[in-house]
C-alpha cells in the first residue's frame, strides 16, 4: 500500500511594513498552506500575495483564522463565547475566500490558529460550534484540528475533520506546546519524526515516552528563522522514504 501525507504550512503572517517568514522559500516545500485572515497577522494585500504564491507553488489553500488578539500574534489565551467565536471565524474565512475567488483559487481547508487550535482541542462546546460553522459555509472543506476529543467533538456537529500531528512543536502530558517565541530546529530531527508519524503513528513527547498519532496531514510553521530549510528537508526524506506529499483529499 502507497503511503501518502499531507505537510500544511503557517504563512501569510506578515503585516503591513512588517515581514515575519520567508513565504515564497517556504510554500514550495508543502502541499497546503494556512493562509493568516487578519486576526493574528495578515493583512489584505499580504493574503492576496501568498494565495498567488501557493497557485504557483500548485498547493492547496485554506484560512487560517484567530483569535482577535493582533497585539499577541494569536498565541494568548482568551475567552470568546462559542456562537461568537464562530461569527468571528466565519468573517476570515469569508474574507480569504473572496481574495482568493479572485485569484481563480477556491479554499480546501480551515485552521484555526494558535491559541483558538488549542481551545478547540480542550473546549468541546467551542469545537462543536467551529465544527457547524464551518460546515455550514462549506461542507467539502476539511477542518484541521489537533487528533483527540476536540476533533472528534467538531466531527459530530457536521465538520469534515482532518486530524492532525505536530513535528516541529514539542506535546507534554498537558498536550501540545504553543511556543511564543518561534525557535530554529533541527531539520534531520524534525524530518525523522515525520516520518515515524507516517510509518509507525507514532511520536515521542519531551520525557520520551510514546503517544499515538495517527493523523492525516503534518504541520510546519513558516515563521522560524530556518523554516525553508526544515520544509525542504522534510519533503526531501518522506519522498526518499517512499512516502508521497499530496494535499488532502
Known amino acids: 500500500m502507497s503511503l501518502s501525507i499531507d505537510i500544511n504550512g503557517d504563512a501569510g503572517e506578515s503585516y503591513g ?28 494585500s499580504t ?10 507553488a500548485g498547493i492547496a489553500i485554506g484560512a487560517h483564522p484567530s483569535f482577535p488578539d493582533l497585539m499577541g ?12 467565536m464562530a ?3 466565519l468573517y476570515q474565512i469569508g474574507a480569504l475566500a473572496a481574495i482568493a475567488k479572485t485569484e481563480g483559487m477556491t479554499l480546501a481547508h ?27 459555509f462549506d461542507p467539502a472543506l ?10 472528534d467533538a467538531a466531527e459530530a456537529a457536521g465538520a469534515r475533520v482532518a486530524r492532525e500531528a505536530f513535528i516541529d512543536l514539542d506535546y507534554d502530558d498537558g498536550g501540545l506546546i504553543i511556543e511564543r517565541a518561534p525557535k530554529p530546529r533541527d531539520p534531520a530531527t524534525v ?14 513527547k519531551l520525557d520520551g515516552r510514546d503517544m499515538d498519532a495517527k493523523v492525516s496531514t503534518l504541520c510546519l510553521h513558516g515563521d522560524r528563522a530556518n523554516s525553508a ?4 528537508v522534510v519533503k526531501e526524506t518522506l519522498l526518499a522514504n517512499g512516502i508521497a506529499v499530496a494535499a488532502l483529499r
Not at 500574534?73 to 461568537?84: L, S, Y
Request: proline letters at 5%.
Open 229 to 232: 530549510e526544515v520544509a525542504r
Open 47 to 56: 493574503m492576496r500575495q501568498t494565495v498567488r504564491i501557493a497557485k504557483a
Open 87 to 89: 461569527d468571528i471565524t
Open 17 to 44: 511594513r512588517w515581514t515575519l517568514g520567508d513565504d515564497v522559500a517556504f510554500l514550495p516545500h508543502v502541499s497546503s498552506v494556512n493562509i493568516a485572515c487578519g486576526f493574528h497577522g495578515g493583512d489584505p
Open 191 to 204: 524530518a525523522q519524526r515525520a516520518v515515524r508519524v507516517v510509518t509507525e503513528g507514532k511520536l515521542s
Open 110 to 136: 480551515v485552521k484555526p490558529h494558535g491559541a483558538f487550535y488549542k481551545a478547540c482541542s480542550i473546549d468541546m462546546a467551542l469545537s462543536k460550534a467551529i465544527g457547524a460553522a464551518v460546515a455550514a
Open 142 to 151: 476539511f477542518l484541521v484540528l489537533l487528533a483527540g476529543p476536540g476533533a
Open 73 to 84: 500574534f494569536g498565541r494568548r489565551m482568551m475567552t470568546v463565547a462559542p456562537d461568537e
